[in-house]
């Protein structure tokens, strides 16, 4: 039978309907036909559901540096430029997705790859400079790299830049386009970078075993599985939670959202300690619920409680790598799921919990439908200034897969931050777990919010954390606390502290007249569109005063 997978491919579209029909038959789901190599003769292969959105994305915005992903690796110790070069040009020859370009045949976007060829980068010189002038430059270089657009057309679509500091520093600067490339991608570039780069240094052959597929491959199965029956079922799903009115999440901001968004972002930050991520621990698993899901429950809540939102929508990204074949490959392969929860005040916190559970099992066993594809089904009203059916993004990001690959890692090996701050969406908000604690980071649009209000929601989100931890996850969503001291004493005692010193000799009718004959002519009540000076207003009572005698 596993003969008759690996030559699936080589039919024609009828044929191969009908030899599914028969696998399916003998109960073997589509969805278990294994990805094979694809024909390359036409070089018109698709691009999958999620490069399809960016590339059309780019058509809307040329030159877009909001799906750039920079990378800047500091080398301490000896540099052999010659066996950095090889490692490249293996690199490339390695993942065809490396050397894609896109292209249009008949209307449709088409990738384009281009045959292997030797890699070569610039090495520009900073030794020259004194040690602070040389990191500053250093510091502009890579945020003048990552903000350089992409030609979707051209390529490369990833960018090599070497940078000496010194004899024995240099700085590699690396930039890849989404379309191409995720996160799990770049932990597979850095481990076979340095496993390459330790070989070729020794004058030895490459470790690296043959991949057996390509991400072109990937596309090819993603169209000719998603469709029909298989589509149906899991759309449905979809449709059924995410149909009617969704809503819009209206989070209190500092500036109006403009009509075309910049996407320039900052970032706020907080740490939660890791006796109270142990108690989280502890309720996830009275719960039978991971982290991710008693994180989110915590974000929903704050988002209720800022909103007043019942109805709360949250996107989040998963790998998406759901089949063994693409494991070790370069590629976008990340979705990112749509989590709608009804959040209602009098819920328990460990209710929510079950509820984000039971929403968050139901998107990951629906999770081959591309986003792309959901709002295609869907037709939400669209807008330049608005993500599609969700408004803020939460993620969990673990330092453990990071962490088992260190000791392949190149030595003297240290990522540094690029500086190139952007927002795509108007809050997202991530926790990373390492050692034990957790850090949060809300990175925010700062179009739309200020520093001072970002401050205060990651204070929120850390001290309702803690109340959760405190309390067992026992407590009302509406109860719990997120308030400071200083907060508290704001809201419930300096802003109620409205009592005034009034004249005692005088009614509030003569009051009145009083302010009349000093400011006639300003406004003194505002009723939709209509406006009325006391004057105005003055004289309106007098003559309904006179008509009541």
């Known amino acids: 039978m596993m003969d008759i997978h690996k030559h699936l491919s080589k039919f024609s579209p009828d044929k191969r309907k009908l030899l599914e029909a028969i696998l399916k038959k003998e109960g073997l789901k589509t969805s278990q036909l294994p990805i094979v190599p694809c024909d390359r003769k036409s070089n018109h292969i698709p691009l999958s559901y999620a490069q399809q959105r960016l590339w059309f994305i780019d058509q809307l915005e040329p030159h877009n540096t909001l799906y750039n992903i920079p990378l800047a690796i500091r080398l301490s110790g000896h540099l052999n430029i010659e066996a950095l070069a090889a490692t490249f040009t293996t690199l490339f020859a390695r993942h065809e997705v490396l050397r894609t370009t896109f292209a249009t045949h008949e209307g ?73 490339s995720d996160g799990w991608s770049l932990d597979i570039l850095s481990q076979e970078v340095a496993a390459l ?24 199965w993603q169209r000719e599985y998603l469709q029909g029956e298989v589509l149906e079922q899991q759309m449905q799903y979809w449709r059924t939670q995410l149909g009617g009115q969704l809503p819009t999440l209206e989070l209190p901001t500092d500036h109006p959202a403009p009509t075309t968004p910049s996407h320039r972002g900052a970032r706020q930050s907080f740490v939660l300690a890791a006796d109270t991520v142990e108690r989280l621990r ?5 719960e039978g619920a991971t982290l991710f899901m008693v994180l989110l429950a915590a974000f929903k809540t704050l988002l209720y409680r800022y909103t007043g939102e019942e109805d709360v929508v949250v996107g989040t990204p998963i790998a998406g790598r759901t089949r063994g074949e693409v494991e070790g490959l370069i590629g976008f392969f990340v979705n990112t799921l749509v989590l709608r929860t009804e959040v209602r ?17 139901g998107a990951y066993a629906h999770q081959d439908v591309p986003f792309e594809k959901i709002v295609e089904e869907l037709q939400p009203e669209r807008s330049l200034s608005r993500t599609p059916l969700f408004q803020v993004m939460f993620v969990l990001q673990s330092e453990g897969k990071r962490a088992e690959s260190e000791g392949e890692e190149m030595p003297g090996r240290e990522r540094i931050g690029v500086g190139n701050e952007t927002a795509r969406f108007d809050l997202t908000v991530t926790m990373v777990e390492a050692g034990g604690e957790l850090r949060g980071v809300l990175r925010y649009k700062r179009d739309v919010y200020s520093a001072a209000q970002m401050g205060r929601m990651a204070e929120h989100l850390r001290r309702m954390l803690e109340a959760v931890a405190e309390g067992g996850g026992e407590q009302r969503l509406r109860e719990l606390e997120m308030l400071s001291a200083a907060e508290r004493r704001e809201v419930v005692i300096e802003f109620n502290e409205t009592a005034r010193a009034y004249e005692s000799e005088s009614c509030l009718h003569e009051m009145f007249e009083a302010q009349v004959a000093r400011t006639p002519e300003a406004v003194a009540v505002v009723s939709e569109a209509e406006e009325i000076s006391y004057q105005e207003l003055n004289a309106r009572a007098n003559q309904l005063a006179h008509y009541l005698q």
């Open 282 to 286: 502890a309720l996830c698993r009275s």
């Open 108 to 180: 449709q976007p088409v990738q384009v790859i281009s045959p292997p060829a030797p890699v070569s980068f610039p090495l520009e010189d900073l030794s020259g400079l004194s040690p602070d002038a040389r990191e500053h430059e250093a510091q502009r270089l890579a945020r003048e790299e990552a903000s350089l657009p992409f030609d979707l057309s051209q390529g490369p679509l990833l960018r090599v830049r070497l940078l000496r500091l010194a004899a024995d520093e240099y700085v590699v600067l690396l930039t890849m386009h989404h379309i191409i």
């Open 197 to 220: 780069y330790e070989a070729y240094v020794r004058g030895e052959a490459s470790p690296l075993p043959e991949l057996p597929i390509q991400y072109a491959d990937y596309a090819v």
């Open 345 to 361: 005040g009098e819920l328990s916190f460990r209710e929510l919990i079950r509820r984000v559970r039971e929403v968050c099992l």
